[in-house]
């Protein structure tokens, strides 16, 4: 190694590619429940080619690692989609392919703008912009300004997509959302250190008028692609605890319908606000028969909104929230009135049979009306002895 800056890299490059191969073997292990976990593993996989070619630079010529860095360049260009396709299979908790056609076609075309550089001497292609053949000249800038647009509609509307809850899926919890977005931040990370990489290639940008040293920013750029790779590891590993219960993944599974949606998350809390309001002041869950059609024109809302507003921030659909505000109303008559009949407490709280109500009320509760009572009744003469 010449120099302390040179011995840096070496070790940067070697931590970051074993990180790189730590978190492949943890998504691949950890998740091997999560649909999605192919296009994250080989977002991984081609971030660590380019991370390798970087690392190899140390032990090879500089003329052929050049060339390998050329040839490999233009996977960068499949990191947007690969992330885009990764969010949706993962919302959606379903299988999709891991590249379109237009993925590939984004790929080729990449690769045929930079690809004289692979065949042009090496001497040619570091001469000054304005004695380089005009087909290099062409090729590099085309290949960047793809690569800044393309990456950018994705990374960035799915970006404002998060910071303003569009994203939230059906039956997700906070953690996984989390998670999700943990993610998002991170590979946004990498998306930026990868964009300042190569336009600082074509644009040479005056560190040195702003007195910061070109290495600091290196340092700078390369401590934090560490510090979001080990982020992202832990992220997975607290992750990985265990998948989501088959009633998350059947939720999940059916959120593609909102995809175009025009309910924003504001609208949607709205909606869930006025639900509660009727509920509590208007008792609407004892109307036996009361369906999302009824509720929606109480509260002057939509009912595929209402019901949106429900699966997608209550992770339940309509009637299991009815069903819920009918439970906790029965709980209620269960302790003011412990002498009504379990039957006429069921009548009461707007079911139809004392089966059903039993049912729900052990699934909500844990335990059957009878054991309600009956454990309200001790905790009281408890209370009362003391």
């Not at 570091?126 to 004695?131: K, V």
């Not at 085309?142 to 647009?149: E, P, S, Y």
């Not at 504001?266 to 509660?276: G, H, M, P, R, V």
């Not at 209620?332 to 009504?340: F, N, S, T, V």
Request: glycine share 4%; hydrophobic share 50%; charged share 15%.
């Amino acid at each position: 190694m010449q120099n302390w800056f040179e011995i840096f890299l070496f070790v940067f490059n070697f931590t970051s590619t074993i990180m790189l191969v730590m978190l492949i073997a943890l998504v691949n292990i950890g998740l091997r429940w999560l649909p999605s976990r192919n296009k994250i593993s080989l977002f991984l996989l081609l971030f660590l080619i380019n991370n390798l070619v970087g690392f190899f630079s140390f032990f090879i010529s500089r003329d052929l690692n050049f060339k390998i860095y050329v040839c490999t360049l233009p996977i960068v260009l499949l990191l947007g989609p690969l992330m885009t396709r990764f969010t949706e299979s993962t919302l959606l908790m379903q299988k999709t392919s891991v590249l379109d056609a237009k993925a590939i076609i984004l790929f080729f075309t990449g690769l045929a703008l930079i690809l004289p550089y692979a065949i042009y001497p090496h001497s040619v292609t570091q001469l000054p912009d304005n004695e380089k053949p005009w087909l290099l000249v062409f090729g590099v800038n085309a290949f960047v300004l793809l690569f800044v647009v393309n990456s950018s509609m994705h990374f960035l509307k799915m970006m404002i997509k998060f910071f303003r809850g569009s994203l939230y899926s059906v039956g997700y919890d906070q953690n996984t959302y989390s998670w999700l977005k943990g993610v998002w931040i991170s590979m946004t990370f990498i998306w930026l250190s990868l964009m300042h990489n190569l336009i600082s290639g074509i644009i040479e940008i005056p560190w040195e008028k702003l007195n910061v040293p070109w290495a600091a920013i290196e340092i700078i750029t390369n401590i934090l692609e560490i510090g979001v790779l080990f982020s992202l590891t832990i992220l997975t590993v607290l992750y990985c605890k265990k998948p989501p219960e088959q009633p998350v993944v059947e939720l999940c599974e059916n959120s593609d319908k909102y995809e175009k949606s025009a309910l924003s998350e504001s609208q949607a809390k709205d909606i869930l606000q006025s639900i509660d309001k009727v509920m509590q002041s208007d008792r609407f869950f004892l109307d036996s028969a009361l369906n999302i059609e009824k509720l929606a024109n109480a509260i002057n809302s939509p009912s595929q909104y209402l019901s949106q507003a429900i699966n997608q921030y209550r992770a339940m659909n309509f009637y299991e929230l009815i069903a819920n505000y009918r439970i906790e109303y029965a709980k209620e008559l269960l302790i003011a009135e412990p002498k009504k009949s379990v039957m006429t407490v069921a009548m009461d709280a707007g079911f139809n049979a004392k089966s059903t109500f039993n049912q729900t009320f052990k699934k909500i509760t844990g335990l059957t009306p009878s054991e309600f009572k009956k454990n309200h009744h001790q905790i009281n003469q408890l209370k009362n002895n003391n």
